[in-house]
Each structure stands twice: as structure tokens, then as C-alpha cells.
């Protein structure tokens, strides 16, 4: 068990000793109390003490459930996107998964339609780019030099969320084609 209390009177420099004999990993620029927040939590994962510490300047996050979790990857966000990316733009769709080792999301979106996507799936497509090379040729000598340029691949529209008028609609439309029972 870590005595907090005698921890709390040692200057930073004596914490780092004690964390690397420890064997913790930590920051350079870390400051007193995350760095004795890494003790702490260090010792409750090999003690298995269950009891919660609070250091001053510091708070704890509680952890999210998989249940919790399952709930926030399944957000969908309604949206429209095209494709940029000349590798795509002959396609008509992505298909898409993305998760982690207790949950799993994956999309199929049809490019230029308004379709609703998980919202990590919408973050994951955001962070994709592509490399553009033009080449612009010097007046002087004629040589060519490349300019490169990064862009998004995908151009992304956040559409509000249907109404309930909107909705109704939709159910009359799809029960009249026979497509929804």
C-alpha cells in the first residue's frame, strides 16, 4: 500500500526515482501530481486495491462499459459524401469497419447519396488524405519541380437529423414499395 501522505512531502525529482524504480513509463515534462497519480495507480493494479484516490490536481475517469461503448460506436450521424481522392472517384461506395477487441462497427456508403453512417466510421473517413503532385515548370531554366499538396479524400456534408414529419414520410414511401413490413 502507497502512503500517500509521505509521497505528498517528495519533490519531483525524488518521484521520477521512485517511478523508474518502479519501472513506469512517464512523460519528461510530467507534473507532480499526474506523476504521483501513476504511482498510485500503479500500485492498486498490483495489489488489486479497489479503493479510489484522489490526488489533488488530478481527477480520475471512470471507465466506460462495453455496453457504454457499444451505445456511443453506434451513433449515426446523417451525411452526404463524395469522393475526392481520384482512387475512389470512379467507385460508387466505401465500405468501412472500425472497432477495437470488444466491439466492431463497419458501414457500406454509397458516394453523392444522403445515407447515415456511425459517427467513428464519419471520424475515421474525415481523417483520410491523399497526396497531390503538380509539377510547375521554371520560366528561366524549363525545369519542372513538383509542388505537393495534401487534401482531405473525401468531402463530408453533416446533414441535420430527420423530423418526425420526415420519418413518416419515409415509413409511407417504403411500405407503399413493400420494402419495410
Not at 3 to 18: A, C, F, Q, W
Not at 42 to 53: A, L
Not at 94 to 120: A, E, L, R
Not at 155 to 169: M, N, S, V, W
Request: glycine content about 6%.
Amino acid at each position: 500500500m502507497v502512503n500517500l501522505e509521505y509521497l505528498g512531502t517528495k519533490e519531483l525529482s525524488e518521484l521520477r526515482v521512485i517511478a523508474d524504480d518502479l519501472g513506469l513509463e512517464y512523460p519528461k515534462n510530467i507534473g507532480k501530481a499526474k506523476l504521483l497519480l501513476k504511482i498510485v495507480e500503479d500500485d492498486e493494479d498490483v495489489n488489486g486495491s479497489s479503493n479510489t484516490v484522489k490526488v489533488e490536481g488530478t481527477t480520475i475517469a471512470k471507465k466506460e462499459s462495453v455496453t457504454e461503448m457499444k451505445k456511443r460506436m453506434s451513433i449515426l450521424v446523417r451525411c452526404r459524401i463524395s469522393a475526392n481522392d481520384p482512387q475512389y472517384r470512379e467507385r460508387n461506395f466505401i465500405s468501412m469497419q472500425v472497432g477495437n477487441g470488444k466491439h466492431v462497427v463497419g458501414k457500406h456508403v454509397p458516394f453523392d447519396t444522403i445515407w447515415h453512417v456511425q459517427k467513428v466510421v464519419l471520424d475515421r473517413l474525415k481523417l483520410r488524405t491523399y497526396r497531390q503532385t503538380k509539377f510547375k515548370t521554371d520560366r528561366e531554366t524549363g525545369n519542372k519541380t513538383p509542388i505537393t499538396t495534401i487534401k482531405p479524400s473525401f468531402a463530408i456534408e453533416i446533414l441535420p437529423p430527420l423530423t418526425a414529419k420526415e420519418i413518416k414520410t419515409l415509413a409511407a414511401e417504403q411500405a407503399a414499395r413493400g420494402s419495410v413490413e
